[in-house]
């Protein structure tokens, strides 16, 4: 006879059972009877049950019928005790739910090991998937530090054999579990505080802390549904919130087995744990899991008597010390949630900057679909070659483009040699000494600078602030000077794949790519941006082809992908509108243009919101990120900032030949060759002529002409500063876009005339050989930019030039910002000018509050009683005003400084420089001399940025949903 029992746990599955029942008759090793517990089935599950197991041939069967709220672990203790009332005190109980169907041998296979392995107390079977039947769900289980259930499987991997060895795990799934009866018994059976999830897990550390072996028997296969877990079956103790009974089992089960000297840690480091996976499910817009999360963890922690009760049950059943060294070994290693962290890191991240990759495919499918005609086939490209597996390295060597790649990355970097340390000149000035000081600038109402400033700090600090609170500031401008072009570079090739995509199934080639991707990086380091230390049009190259990437999913068929790139598309650009204002401007007149050229071509698609909604809202999510920068800005009479290039200004103009060849400022004075320049128009002219793509490149040269039309009025206007300098207004981003358009345009002409060309093209001799020689010529403009920049391109970037301030005066106005140096240039003959200068002079973000800042008339008039009749009152202005010194650099004009050493309150200072005069004022600052109004507007728009940025980045992020499991 027959030593197993089988115990059967049933709550609506009528749809399973009946595989179920059928499969427990089949077994090849018979059973003794079955006890079924039925929780409260309405689908008639009990009565399908004695109904099946009653026909012929008979098989014993008992079925208790319980309420709904009976949990798992009571069934099981109410069927073991109620085996012994129906003849089967079996030595074995094998557990099985209704929706767990065994295969015919598993029972077989798992009652050999038994007898092979009599140490064995728990066996458990491999469990497939049901009804695919052949994906593997678990081979064993055992659990990480942070509650994550281990199964040790790829996700949806398929069962090949390849676990199919007996081994000890921690323990295994209920379903299937074969169990001696004695050893259940004395083991107390499952955790009644665990009803539904996360109880077999609990069940085998108990057991393998007692010294009981579990082993995985995989030629047992078991297909289970996981009805419970999928959600496909709701119970009265699980309801919808199948993630928080998870989490909580989780949790109890961990806090109810560790060590007593662990508790306290684990406690900490599981409440931790909670709060960051919930900060994960929020940025993959998990908000449910997020609160289940946070249930979990307050279930488990707001009632400790129940946990301690566990823990002392485990403690009075324990016969001797629990056996620590089996359970090190078969539970999670501790490394592995790290490696679980990264991996969902890094996936988030490849699923962020993939989102438009397959924009092109989407739209081809969805032409497929409103055109029945079959598909063309596609032949195989470059992109599909199958590599044979000689190495990494032997496959990076052999592959020409990979080499060329690499080859313009250190040409880029050693081109950057410069920006290694502290660097400054040009448009860009000093860091300052942390990031502190950016923070404070971002956050300040009033400024320390000048005679004081309430115009806000520039859009880009916070960022910097951001990276400088990780690298420092000298390496955060060092990685963006280096990393910029690298990365123009990375986001041009993954633009210009897409966008061969879209105009021929094949794509471009790889060579093509490469070429319109080194053009693109190379556009603001010959064009000057880089010497002059115009860092913002040189980050703006960087990030402006990942906005267009992103911008492509304005092409998607579907609405909903539609307005997700909205949100990707406006953080882009408020990231890009922080380092180039004048791109927001840029980017607002081609949506228009975009719009009303597609409500033209479609009619009737202006009245589809989620046609123009999607560019509006990537619109209006800069003018929100930004609204602590521009708003203030507007109304302290700064709006200049929202049309120049970031940095120290005055820079040199750029007419319209240097804007056409790719030059800022004066021809021949910053950037390469200037002749260099006129290859890429002509290409550009020169893609219109073959048909198959001059759809594609007349839309680039569409994009060109707009932004050439902005240009216009970007030229003619001029910026007052402080000081009577002007400043022309920022042209670095059209001349990105333009460029940008042209490369892209050329790109698409050169992809007519290749096999790729989606109507391949037959040309004379003449022609192709005339294509040779264009070709050729496009091919040697990037190199010798590359050559250029590598050998020469960093050089023009000069050094910071002496203030002409002595070293201790500037040592003393670091230490308070009330000590402030008044710096006075010029002659009464020629003209006077005056800055004040504190902490340790003007540093990036500074520069552009200073020049923006409104004359202070009365200050001005007090520097001119100073230095024409100077009167005790004029040295009690200026200490009111905190300033500490006053300088005259070389050459100082002798009759000022004749009346300034005549002054009472002023005492003559030392200067390195004998034609250098300074003066320390007597009476020292008061603090409250730099101090000004706050601004309660201005918090209250930073408190709305720090939120907007929170939820635009979550929304820019894809949705994720990964199982525990």
Same mark, same amino acid.
């Given at each position: 006879?027959?030593?197993?029992?089988?115990?059967?746990?049933?709550?609506?599955?009528?749809?399973?059972?009946?595989?179920v029942l059928e499969g427990i008759r089949a077994q090849t090793a018979p059973v003794a009877g079955v006890v079924a517990v039925d929780?409260?089935?309405?689908?008639?599950?009990?009565?399908?049950?004695?109904?099946?197991?009653?026909?012929?041939?008979?098989?014993?069967?008992?079925?208790?019928?319980?309420?709904?709220?009976?949990?798992?672990?009571?069934?099981?203790?109410?069927?073991?005790?109620?085996?012994?009332?129906?003849?089967?005190?079996?030595?074995?109980?094998?557990?099985?739910?209704?929706?767990?169907?065994?295969?015919?041998?598993?029972?077989?296979?798992?009652?050999?090991?038994?007898?092979?392995?009599?140490?064995?107390?728990?066996?458990?079977?491999?469990?497939?998937?049901?009804?695919?039947?052949?994906?593997?769900?678990?081979?064993?289980?055992?659990?990480?530090?942070?509650?994550?259930?281990?199964?040790?499987?790829?996700?949806?991997?398929?069962?090949?054999?390849?676990?199919?060895?007996?081994?000890?795990?921690?323990?295994?799934?209920?379903?299937?579990?074969?169990?001696?009866?004695?050893?259940?018994?004395?083991?107390?059976?499952?955790?009644?505080?665990?009803?539904?999830?996360?109880?077999?897990?609990?069940?085998?550390?108990?057991?393998?802390?007692?010294?009981?072996?579990?082993?995985?028997?995989?030629?047992?296969?078991?297909?289970?549904?996981?009805?419970?877990?999928?959600?496909?079956?709701?119970?009265?103790?699980?309801?919808?919130?199948?993630?928080?009974?998870?989490?909580?089992?989780?949790?109890?089960?961990?806090?109810?087995?560790?060590?007593?000297?662990?508790?306290?840690?684990?406690?900490?480091?599981?409440?931790?744990?909670?709060?960051?996976?919930?900060?994960?499910?929020?940025?993959?817009?998990?908000?449910?899991?997020?609160?289940?999360?946070?249930?979990?963890?307050?279930?488990?922690?707001?009632?400790?008597?129940?946990?301690?009760?566990?823990?002392?049950?485990?403690?009075?059943?324990?016969?001797?010390?629990?056996?620590?060294?089996?359970?090190?070994?078969?539970?999670?290693?501790?490394?592995?949630?790290?490696?679980?962290?990264?991996?969902?890191?890094?996936?988030?991240?490849?699923?962020?900057?993939?989102?438009?990759?397959?924009?092109?495919?989407?739209?081809?499918?969805?032409?497929?679909?409103?055109?029945?005609?079959?598909?063309?086939?596609?032949?195989?490209?470059?992109?599909?070659?199958?590599?044979?597996?000689?190495?990494?390295?032997?496959?990076?060597?052999?592959?020409?483009?990979?080499?060329?790649?690499?080859?313009?990355?250190?040409?880029?970097?050693?081109?950057?040699?410069?920006?290694?340390?502290?660097?400054?000149?040009?448009?860009?000035?000093?860091?300052?000494?942390?990031?502190?000081?950016?923070?404070?600038?971002?956050?300040?109402?009033?400024?320390?600078?000048?005679?004081?400033?309430?115009?806000?700090?520039?859009?880009?600090?916070?960022?910097?602030?951001?990276?400088?609170?990780?690298?420092?500031?000298?390496?955060?401008?060092?990685?963006?000077?280096?990393?910029?072009?690298?990365?123009?570079?990375?986001?041009?090739?993954?633009?210009?794949?897409?966008?061969?995509?879209?105009?021929?199934?094949?794509?471009?080639?790889?060579?093509?790519?490469?070429?319109?991707s080194v053009s693109y990086a190379l556009v603001p380091l010959v064009a000057g941006a880089w010497g002059g230390g115009r860092w913002?049009?040189?980050?703006?190259?960087?990030?402006?082809?990942w906005l267009a990437h992103a911008a492509l999913g304005f092409a998607e068929p579907e609405a909903t992908r539609r307005w997700r790139?909205?949100?990707?598309?406006?953080?882009?650009?408020?990231?890009?509108?922080?380092?180039?204002?004048?791109?927001?401007?840029?980017?607002?007149?081609?949506?228009?243009?975009?719009?009303?050229?597609?409500?033209?071509?479609?009619?009737?698609?202006?009245?589809?919101?989620?046609?123009?909604?999607?560019?509006?809202?990537?619109?209006?999510?800069?003018?929100?990120?930004?609204?602590?920068?521009?708003?203030?800005?507007?109304?302290?009479?700064?709006?200049?900032?929202?049309?120049?290039?970031?940095?120290?200004?005055?820079?040199?103009?750029?007419?319209?030949?240097?804007?056409?060849?790719?030059?800022?400022?004066?021809?021949?004075?910053?950037?390469?060759?200037?002749?260099?320049?006129?290859?890429?128009?002509?290409?550009?002219?020169?893609?219109?002529?073959?048909?198959?793509?001059?759809?594609?490149?007349?839309?680039?040269?569409?994009?060109?002409?707009?932004?050439?039309?902005?240009?216009?009025?970007?030229?003619?206007?001029?910026?007052?500063?402080?000081?009577?300098?002007?400043?022309?207004?920022?042209?670095?981003?059209?001349?990105?876009?333009?460029?940008?358009?042209?490369?892209?345009? %050329?790109?698409?002409?050169?992809?007519? /005339? $290749? !096999? +790729?060309?989606?109507?391949?093209? @037959?040309? =004379?001799?003449? #022609?192709? &050989?005339?294509?040779?020689?264009?070709?050729?010529?496009?091919?040697?403009?990037?190199?010798?930019?590359?050559?250029?920049?590598?050998?020469?391109?960093?050089?023009?970037?000069?050094?910071?030039?002496?203030?002409?301030?002595?070293?201790?005066?500037?040592?003393?106005?670091?230490?308070?910002?009330?000590?402030?140096?008044?710096?006075?240039?010029?002659?009464?003959?020629?003209?006077?000018?005056?800055?004040?200068?504190?902490?340790?002079?003007?540093?990036?973000?500074?520069?552009?509050?200073?020049?923006?800042?409104?004359?202070?008339?009365?200050?001005?008039?007090?520097?001119?009683?100073?230095?024409?009749?100077? %009167?005790?009152?004029?040295?009690?202005? /200026? $200490? !009111? +005003?905190?300033?500490?010194?006053? @300088?005259? =650099?070389?050459? #100082?004009? &002798?009759?000022?400084?004749?009346?300034?050493?005549?002054?009472?309150?002023?005492?003559?200072?030392?200067?390195?420089?004998?034609?250098?005069?300074?003066?320390?004022?007597?009476?020292?600052?008061?603090?409250?001399?730099?101090?000004?109004?706050?601004?309660?507007?201005?918090?209250?728009?930073?408190?709305?940025?720090?939120?907007?940025?929170?939820?635009?980045?979550?929304?820019?992020?894809?949705?994720?949903?990964?199982?525990?499991?």
């Amino acid at each position: 006879m027959s030593d197993v029992s089988v115990v059967l746990v049933s709550h609506d599955g009528a749809s399973w059972l009946t595989a179920v029942l059928e499969g427990i008759r089949a077994q090849t090793a018979p059973v003794a009877g079955v006890v079924a517990v039925d929780t409260g089935s309405k689908d008639g599950s009990a009565d399908l049950i004695e109904s099946a197991l009653r026909a012929e041939p008979p098989i014993p069967v008992g079925v208790l019928r319980e309420s709904g709220r009976t949990s798992y672990p009571e069934a099981v203790a109410l069927a073991s005790e109620a085996l012994p009332h129906h003849g089967l005190a079996t030595e074995w109980i094998w557990l099985l739910h209704d929706d767990s169907n065994p295969a015919p041998d598993a029972l077989e296979q798992l009652l050999r090991v038994a007898a092979a392995r009599p140490e064995a107390d728990f066996l458990g079977p491999k469990l497939r998937e049901w009804p695919s039947l052949k994906r593997l769900l678990e081979v064993g289980v055992t659990i990480s530090g942070t509650g994550r259930r281990e199964t040790g499987l790829e996700r949806g991997e398929y069962d090949q054999g390849q676990h199919d060895q007996v081994r000890e795990v921690l323990a295994v799934n209920s379903a299937g579990l074969l169990v001696r009866r004695t050893v259940l018994e004395e083991l107390g059976g499952y955790d009644r505080q665990l009803p539904m999830f996360g109880n077999d897990i609990d069940l085998g550390w108990r057991a393998a802390a007692a010294g009981h072996t579990t082993l995985v028997v995989p030629r047992a296969v078991v297909f289970h549904a996981e009805a419970a877990h999928r959600g496909s079956r709701r119970t009265p103790l699980t309801g919808r919130h199948t993630h928080y009974q998870e989490r909580r089992a989780a949790l109890f089960t961990l806090l109810a087995n560790c060590r007593g000297v662990a508790l306290p840690f684990q406690a900490l480091r599981l409440a931790l744990g909670s709060l960051l996976r919930m900060l994960g499910f929020i940025v993959v817009r998990s908000v449910g899991e997020a609160l289940d999360e946070l249930a979990a963890l307050v279930s488990v922690y707001s009632r400790p008597g129940p946990l301690l009760e566990a823990r002392r049950r485990r403690r009075s059943r324990q016969s001797g010390p629990a056996d620590r060294a089996r359970l090190k070994r078969l539970l999670a290693p501790r490394w592995l949630p790290y490696r679980h962290g990264l991996d969902f890191v890094s996936d988030l991240a490849a699923a962020a900057t993939n989102q438009a990759a397959d924009v092109a495919e989407r739209r081809r499918a969805a032409a497929a679909d409103r055109d029945p005609s079959p598909p063309v086939a596609r032949h195989k490209t470059d992109d599909d070659e199958d590599f044979e597996d000689t190495g990494l390295v032997a496959r990076f060597l052999t592959d020409p483009v990979a080499v060329a790649l690499a080859v313009a990355a250190i040409a880029f970097v050693i081109g950057a040699r410069d920006a290694f340390g502290t660097v400054s000149g040009g448009a860009l000035s000093p860091v300052p000494d942390g990031a502190r000081d950016w923070w404070a600038l971002h956050h300040e109402s009033w400024h320390p600078i000048g005679f004081g400033s309430a115009v806000p700090a520039p859009p880009y600090v916070l960022p910097l602030a951001l990276l400088a609170s990780v690298l420092g500031t000298e390496t955060t401008m060092t990685v963006l000077l280096v990393a910029a072009a690298p990365l123009a570079l990375w986001g041009a090739w993954r633009f210009l794949r897409v966008v061969g995509r879209l105009v021929s199934r094949y794509g471009a080639p790889r060579w093509l790519l490469l070429w319109g991707s080194v053009s693109y990086a190379l556009v603001p380091l010959v064009a000057g941006a880089w010497g002059g230390g115009r860092w913002g049009i040189v980050v703006a190259a960087a990030v402006l082809p990942w906005l267009a990437h992103a911008a492509l999913g304005f092409a998607e068929p579907e609405a909903t992908r539609r307005w997700r790139a909205a949100w990707r598309t406006g953080f882009l650009l408020a990231l890009l509108s922080a380092v180039a204002p004048v791109m927001w401007w840029l980017c607002a007149i081609l949506g228009v243009v975009v719009v009303a050229a597609s409500a033209v071509v479609v009619r009737g698609a202006i009245r589809d919101r989620s046609v123009w909604g999607p560019p509006a809202t990537a619109l209006a999510v800069p003018a929100l990120l930004l609204a602590p920068w521009w708003l203030p800005a507007v109304w302290e009479d700064a709006s200049g900032a929202l049309f120049l290039d970031i940095g120290r200004w005055p820079t040199p103009s750029t007419d319209g030949v240097g804007l056409a060849v790719g030059r800022l400022g004066e021809l021949g004075e910053l950037g390469a060759p200037w002749w260099l320049g006129l290859a890429l128009p002509a290409l550009a002219v020169l893609a219109l002529i073959p048909r198959p793509t001059r759809i594609g490149v007349v839309l680039c040269w569409l994009v060109a002409a707009v932004a050439a039309l902005v240009a216009v009025p970007l030229g003619l206007t001029t910026i007052d500063l402080t000081g009577a300098a002007t400043q022309q207004a920022g042209l670095g981003p059209v001349l990105l876009v333009v460029h940008g358009a042209w490369i892209t345009a %050329a790109l698409l002409g050169g992809l007519a /005339l $290749t !096999e +790729r060309s989606p109507s391949p093209l @037959v040309l =004379p001799r003449i #022609a192709q &050989a005339v294509t040779a020689v264009v070709g050729v010529a496009a091919a040697v403009v990037p190199v010798a930019g590359l050559v250029w920049f590598a050998g020469w391109g960093g050089d023009d970037l000069q050094s910071h030039p002496e203030s002409g301030i002595p070293v201790y005066m500037s040592q003393a106005a670091e230490v308070a910002p009330e000590r402030g140096i008044l710096v006075i240039r010029g002659s009464v003959a020629d003209g006077l000018t005056y800055q004040v200068e504190r902490d340790d002079g003007p540093t990036v973000g500074e520069d552009e509050v200073a020049a923006l800042t409104a004359e202070d008339r009365e200050a001005t008039a007090l520097i001119g009683d100073l230095v024409t009749a100077p %009167a005790p009152e004029a040295v009690a202005g /200026l $200490t !009111e +005003r905190g300033i500490r010194f006053v @300088v005259q =650099p070389a050459p #100082a004009d &002798a009759a000022v400084a004749t009346r300034l050493d005549a002054t009472a309150g002023l005492v003559r200072a030392s200067a390195e420089d004998r034609s250098t005069r300074a003066w320390q004022v007597l009476e020292e600052p008061e603090p409250a001399s730099v101090e000004g109004p706050r601004s309660w507007p201005r918090i209250g728009l930073l408190v709305l940025q720090a939120v907007a940025i929170a939820v635009v980045a979550v929304l820019c992020l894809p949705t994720m949903r990964r199982s525990g499991r």
